[in-house]
């Protein structure tokens, strides 16, 4: 939880160096300004961008620990090898942090660091889950999904339409792409997680697990589609000529981006307590009486 709680705190961090325009205030990686440990003066945008190396490097040397204590301490196989998949993961997005300095930001760079932060970020969600209190000692209440589509498959297409959100609002936010097929993809984004959270809150209002992050998800997609009407109108209608970051855009950018983390967040444990508690069910899964209600 500390780790997925201080992760939060980075993309945060991370959101201000690239709304405030401050990616390159500090031109060299892996040093900065030549010293691998010397705090430069915290000015202008090296505030932004040297903050945000420093959080990083506390980011890695919890996960560090985590890895190291998981392997240890963990008795599940596939935790253990979660634990490893952090680490490489939050190792692979530092360098790509370094390489889009070391680039002078180009967009692919930029938008694959920002995507990774998410994902990261929900690894660290999902391992907070996994050795949670509630995960490893209740005996989960299951209920076999019928319907087509399944609610699991609809929790992935959510999680994928984020997906591909994310990337979109990347590529426009780092000078890749245009604004329009984010926003266009919204109508998708909309479309899939209005349709997942229905079909969760009105066939598993029973099991808590499945209803919260459903609720959790649904208020937050609302939120984000307000958020993106403010982060357009501050950064693209009235912020086409500010000659430097205003603090409307700045907020309204930062809020968005870290709001999407969330969404993504919610999505993927609304994923796990799916398959978890309504899983798919096949014919050879399903009680007799299920299978066929004429022997009840
Ligand atoms: C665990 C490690 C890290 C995480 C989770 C992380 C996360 C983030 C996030 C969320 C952003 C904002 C992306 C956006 O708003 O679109 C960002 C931007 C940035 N990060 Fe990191 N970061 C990490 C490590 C690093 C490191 C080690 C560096 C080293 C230089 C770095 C350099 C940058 C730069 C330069 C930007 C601005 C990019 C731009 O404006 O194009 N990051 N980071
Ligand atoms: C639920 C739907 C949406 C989601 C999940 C979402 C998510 C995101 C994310 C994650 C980013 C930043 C990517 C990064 O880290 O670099 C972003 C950027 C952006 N989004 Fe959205 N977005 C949504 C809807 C919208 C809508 C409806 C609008 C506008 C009408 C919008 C406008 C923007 C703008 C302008 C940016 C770039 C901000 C900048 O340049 O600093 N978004 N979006």
Redesign the pocket.
């Known amino acids: 939880m500390v780790l997925a709680c201080w ?1 939060f705190l ?2 945060i961090a ?2 201000l ?2 709304s405030n325009d401050a ?1 390159l205030s500090v031109p060299d ?1 892996p040093t900065s300004f030549g010293s691998l440990y010397k705090i430069p003066k915290l000015v202008g945008g090296v505030k932004f ?1 040297h903050t ?2 420093m959080i ?1 490097q506390v ?2 040397l919890l996960t560090i620990v985590l890895a190291v204590w998981t392997w240890r301490a963990e008795k599940r196989r596939w935790m253990r090898i979660l634990g490893w998949g952090a680490l490489g993961t ?1 190792i692979a ?2 360098i790509l ?2 390489l ?2 070391l680039f002078y ?1 180009p967009p692919p760079i ?1 938008s694959a ?2 995507a990774l ?1 998410q994902t ?1 970020f929900c690894i660290a969600v999902v391992i907070a889950v996994f050795t949670g209190q509630k995960w490893v000692e209740e005996q989960p209440r299951v209920e076999f999904d019928t319907r087509r589509p399944s609610l699991f498959t609809l929790t992935l297409l959510s999680i994928f339409v984020l997906y591909v959100q994310l990337i979109l609002g ?1 590529m426009f ?2 000078h890749g792409l245009s604004w329009w097929p984010h926003v266009v993809h919204a109508v998708v984004v909309s479309f899939v997680l209005a349709w997942t959270a229905v079909r969760a809150l009105t066939v598993y209002s029973n099991i808590e697990a499945v209803r919260r992050p459903a609720i959790v998800m649904l208020s937050l997609v609302i939120a984000q589609l307000c958020l993106g009407f403010t982060a357009f109108l501050t950064r693209v209608s009235w912020g086409r000529d500010s000659v430097q970051p205003e603090l409307p855009m700045v907020i309204s950018t930062v809020t968005h ?1 870290a709001v999407g983390a969330l969404l993504l967040a919610s999505a993927v444990i609304l994923a796990i307590q799916v398959w978890r508690h309504a899983p798919v069910a096949f014919e050879e899964r399903l009680p007799q009486a299920q299978r066929d209600p004429s022997a009840a």
């Open positions: 992760t980075l993309i991370g959101a160096v690239t990616g990686w961008e945000h190396r990083a980011a890695g939050v997005q530092g942090g370094g889009t300095v930001l930029s660091h920002a932060a990261f990347a936010r780092h981006v």
